[in-house]
């Protein structure tokens, strides 16, 4: 009877109708409790049916009846692997291959099981015997090349992956695991390629969806990497890292609304993770999202002992014009930098310092923390033999911006005889005018928009670049990991950012004596040259709209003295803004004309004039225009004032070629002196006070003489055109005698060296 039982229960289970084989098996069990296949046999169905502990129990019984079975054994070490009991299932795999040396499955699950163990020798062991008895298996050497590598014997695990994937190239599991090792080995577009081959073998593969935007994202490739990430986020949405590096693709491309959607995504699922709430707080300051900035920093500073999150507390406060903690702000970035930590970039530093010891050492600690040199340089400095000099440009302001407003003419007035120019565009193409402009001015216009800092070095050492300028130093959007791989002979620090970048990659900054007087040369890393003039390009093309609007479509009352500023609102400070007040106070029907950043500026800055006993409505704001319009509303303002530590740079030039006197006081710092600078080659260097109280007496002078005010108009309409200032073919010569003598020095292979263009025979054409 129970022979046939065993039948009929073997062909039920063969027809896959397992309840009706169980039943039969539990009746012969009744009679016969020792009974070794029907144990054996309802201990499988009970796996299959996902009873795993009633399975492992009764595989142990059929153990018990027939101890020399090997499959028996073998079967009860899987359960126990299972049921996650490695260390048992260790001994029951070692009990069956002692009954069946050669048992291939149990020496593959064996190894398996030390894997988890991390008993990774006697994993290899295991590994070692299964390709010698089967070595056209593929898993076999799949499973021994992931205990090589686990070993650290990598070179020997890349090959155990190519004999799996020699014999089956379709081998997912294969492609994926070398593809990883491969990116740890560096090797990103091999370890691509895999994971490229295992998407064409299992087209929704969600781990190698994940892992291609992994590699895709650290080669900089952020479009094709959000496209992939997207493609894994449909099969498994829970992912927080995956939306959070998504996030930091994306912010990466400048869409930075989908990435505050992405990583607010990650922080759903882990609400607490700094990384994640770093990147939302960042991304909200990029968005000008300051007041919400100010507050995902503050929750930031409350969890975290490092003082950055302070720092850039500070600066999106300032933004807003909210200084209720300045004081206490600026003594914290003071002792965090003095400390050597890092609290903020050097282009926020600029806003808040007032010492150029304090901002050298600012700088110091960016370089150290975000864009140290990388090793060895492409570049050992030896010089090129071209026909002409090439000039590489390099930014993210080829469009409407303020550096392409200024430089734009240079680009045009370039000697194309003695110099090769090419732009080296890393930012976003807004398809503007001045666009296309500048794409017509240089020789060459590259855009690199998306490729990593590594790859537009090479670029830049594979089309020998003699000298490299970069116009953007620390500002926003700089690429300062470019110039560490130091790709060029030469490279320039120029126009963008007003400090010392404080790198040893970079070789020269280009300055004037009022910005840096010579004395303080100490505080630059970079060898200085000084131009006989302001340092500072303008395009005299620039267009001034024909007619300005009127004072009430401006916002402004149709009487009155205006008092105007234009400068970014994060310069205005409660020190320059008390003085501000008061000379409303003393010029009665007088306005204070600014401009408009976001909707907190005006909320807090009229606030802060009723506080000083000014009325609210005496601040006009002035919203963002095209330059043109922009230029001509200046007609409409009566005086320019000028703010400290950092005072106006190209809204001063825009003042004074709309014909608007500027005043000033002279700063501590490269950034607190450029408007001075101006000034003095324009010929207006009256307008520069030497102190705050100098400025306002200046300022309340200027109103109550109007013929004095009329006088330096007049002057100032005169000289516009005359000037060093607004002569940009004249500069674009005085800069390529710059770039002429550096060049000369590298050809005779001698060190960057500091000197003036006016007392220095290498600066001759």
């Known amino acids: 009877m129970t022979a046939a039982q065993l039948r009929d229960a073997m062909r039920l289970r063969r027809s896959g109708r397992l309840t009706e084989a169980a039943r039969i098996y539990a009746e012969i069990l009744d009679g016969n409790p020792h009974e070794f296949e029907a144990l054996h046999a309802l201990g499988i169905i009970s796996y299959q049916s996902g009873q795993l502990e009633q399975a492992e129990r009764l595989v142990s019984r059929a153990v018990e009846s027939n101890p020399i079975s090997p499959d028996a054994r073998y079967n009860h070490a899987c359960l126990l692997q299972k049921l996650n009991r490695l260390e048992e299932a260790i001994a029951v795999f070692d009990a069956a291959l002692a009954l069946k040396p050669g048992y291939v499955e149990a020496l593959a699950n064996r190894g398996s099981t030390l894997m988890t163990l991390k008993r990774h020798r006697e994993a290899l062991e295991s590994f070692d015997s299964l390709v010698e008895l089967v070595p056209n298996l593929a898993q076999a050497w799949n499973n021994r090349a992931a205990a090589l590598r686990a070993l650290d014997r990598l070179a020997e695990a890349l090959s155990d992956y190519g004999k799996a ?52 994202a650290a080669l900089d490739r952020n479009a094709e990497a959000i496209s992939s990430y997207d493609q894994f986020f449909a099969k498994d949405g829970a992912n927080a890292e995956a939306w959070h590096s998504a996030a930091a693709c994306l912010r990466k491309l400048n869409r930075r609304e989908q990435a505050l959607s992405y990583v607010d995504k990650a922080l759903a699922l882990i609400p607490r993770d700094s990384g994640m709430l770093t990147t939302r707080a960042h991304t909200l300051f990029e968005l000008f999202r300051f007041e919400e900035a100010a507050m995902a920093y503050d929750t930031l500073a409350t969890s975290k002992p490092a003082p950055w999150p302070k720092g850039y507390r500070a600066l999106s406060h300032l933004h807003c014009c909210d200084w209720s903690s300045l004081e206490a702000d600026r003594r914290i970035i003071a002792a965090a930098i003095a400390d050597g930590e890092f609290v903020l970039d050097p282009m926020g530093h600029l806003f808040l310092c007032r010492s150029m010891t304090e901002h050298r050492d600012c700088a110091r600690i960016w370089v150290r923390e975000k864009c140290p040199a990388v090793s060895p340089p492409l570049s050992d400095g030896q010089p090129y033999c071209h026909d002409r000099i090439r000039l590489g440009y390099l930014s993210s302001d080829f469009r409407e911006h303020a550096t392409a ?330 800069l390529e005698r710059a770039y002429l003598a550096i060049w000369r020095r590298n050809q005779f292979g001698e060190p960057p060296q500091s000197f003036a263009l006016d007392d220095t025979a290498d600066a001759r054409p």
């Not at 294969?174 to 740890?184: H, I, W």
């Not at 091999?190 to 892992?211: C, I, N, S, T």
């Not at 600014?594 to 005496?618: C, H, I, S, T, Y």
């Open 405 to 734: 407003f200024l430089m734009a003419g240079v680009f045009e007035h370039h000697d194309r005889n003695r110099f090769e120019t090419i732009a080296i565009s890393f930012g976003t193409n807004d398809h503007s005018a001045s666009r296309g402009r500048l794409e017509a001015a240089f020789d060459r216009f590259i855009d690199a928009e998306g490729k990593s800092d590594a790859a537009i070095a090479r670029m830049i050492r594979e089309m020998e670049i003699d000298i490299a300028v970069d116009l953007k130093g620390y500002t926003s959007e700089s690429r300062p990991g470019i110039l560490a791989f130091k790709p060029a002979p030469v490279q320039v620090s120029y126009l963008g950012y007003p400090g010392t970048m404080a790198a040893d990659y970079m070789d020269y900054l280009l300055a004037d004596r009022v910005v840096i007087p010579p004395d303080e040369q100490t505080y630059y890393s970079e060898k200085l040259i000084y131009f006989p003039d302001c340092y500072q390009c303008n395009d005299d093309r620039r267009v001034i709209a024909p007619s300005a609007p009127e004072r009430s479509q401006a916002g402004l009352p149709d009487r009155g003295f205006v008092f105007c500023c234009f400068n970014n609102n994060l310069k205005i400070q409660p020190e320059t803004f008390d003085i501000w007040m008061r000379l409303l106070h003393q010029v009665e029907g007088s306005v204070l004309w600014l401009l408009q950043n976001n909707e907190a500026v005006v909320r807090n800055l009229r606030r802060e004039a009723e506080a000083r006993g000014v009325a609210a409505e005496r601040l006009c704001f002035a919203p963002r225009v095209e330059l043109g319009l922009h230029l001509a509303r200046h007609r409409l303002a009566d005086l320019f004032l000028d703010t400290l530590p950092c005072c106006a740079h190209t809204t001063a030039s825009d003042a004074l070629w709309a014909g608007l006197p500027v005043l000033t006081c002279l700063g501590a710092t490269f950034a607190g002196r450029v408007a001075a600078s101006l000034l003095k080659s324009v010929g207006l260097n009256e307008m520069i006070a030497a102190s705050p109280a100098e400025y306002e007496a200046l300022a309340l002078k200027l109103v109550c003489e109007p013929d004095l005010l009329a006088a330096i108009r007049g002057k100032l309409a005169a000289g516009r055109e005359r000037s060093a200032l607004f002569d940009t073919a004249r500069f674009t010569r005085e």
């Open 165 to 216: 994937l020699a014999l089956k190239p379709d081998y997912v599991e294969a492609l994926k695991n070398r593809g990883t090792l491969l990116v740890v080995e560096g090797k990103l577009e091999e370890g691509l390629a895999d994971f490229d081959a295992a998407l064409r073998a299992a087209p929704g593969d969600k781990d190698a969806l994940r892992q291609r935007a992994d590699v895709l």
